[in-house]
């Protein structure tokens, strides 16, 4: 199991878009929260500052990250907190024995602080990555393939769990199983993802067995897809879940 960061173990989206909206406002490139959002969502601050500078045609000044790095320092600090249900999640993949780990396109400052923040900084304790770590961050499939090889697993084995579209794209591209996890992105957003799902509650019974998901909280391209139908379609494709991921 691979998850993601932002959005997925810690609900930091929203911060993450605060930040950025009034870093880039401050340096006269003025975007709301939400316009943050939609364009940075699971991108690098490589890429984000790429994307502003192309769309602007004025460069960022040099220091760009490290504002952006120490405002969004200070809303994890006060604000940020586990995603709802994320902690049952991961309790439940500690007590079944199923490895499990996070590659991020954060710097490793946020994260680690993030994860302290949150308390959950044991859960990941030595299995984590971060923007720093490898060469090109997502879309590119490079930390997923980090995270599967220092996991010592392949990655046709491994199940990932994301929330934006670079993220998705990025697992695709590593040869990884996807569920898309929608609770604030878009579902259309993640129509790559094998599965799409809106309640982290919802995790557990669709890795791990049981007859306990809804039916209306997993949807994908066609409708809405009963449980059951997601655990087989995972469980077929990687050979069961007793691999590390």
């Known amino acids: 199991m691979i998850f993601d960061n932002d959005g997925v173990v810690v609900d930091s989206e929203p911060l993450a878009s605060v930040a950025t909206s009034q870093v880039l406002t401050a340096l006269g490139h003025p975007m709301t929260p939400a316009e943050c959002d939609s364009a940075f969502r699971g991108i690098s601050l490589p890429t984000t500052r790429r994307i502003v ?16 790095v120490a405002r969004v320092a200070e809303l994890i600090a006060s604000e940020l907190r586990p995603v709802p249900g994320v902690v049952a999640v991961l309790d439940l993949l500690d007590a079944a024995g199923q490895p499990y780990c996070m590659a991020s396109s954060s710097r490793r400052q946020v994260i680690s602080l993030a994860l302290r923040t949150t308390g959950l900084a044991e859960h990941f304790a030595g299995r984590w990555w971060g923007a720093e770590d490898v060469a090109a961050a997502k879309p590119a499939p490079d930390l997923f393939l980090l995270a599967a090889s220092s996991m010592g697993t392949r990655p046709m084995d491994c199940v990932v769990v994301e929330d934006s579209a670079a993220g998705v794209q990025a697992a695709r591209s590593a040869n990884m199983t996807v569920l898309g996890f929608a609770a604030r992105t878009p579902p259309e957003e993640l129509h790559l993802a094998d599965q799409i799902f809106t309640d982290m509650d919802q995790l557990p019974a669709l890795l791990l067995g049981g007859e306990s998901a809804p039916a209306q909280v997993v949807v994908d391209q066609g409708g809405q897809v009963p449980g059951h139908a997601v655990r087989r379609r995972v469980h077929g494709e990687v050979g069961g879940l007793g691999h590390p991921g």
């Not at 500078?53 to 952006?68: A, H, I, K, T, V």
Request: hydrophobic letters at 10%.
């Open 53 to 68: 500078e192309q769309g602007s045609g004025r460069p960022l000044p040099p220091d760009f990250e490290d504002r952006y």
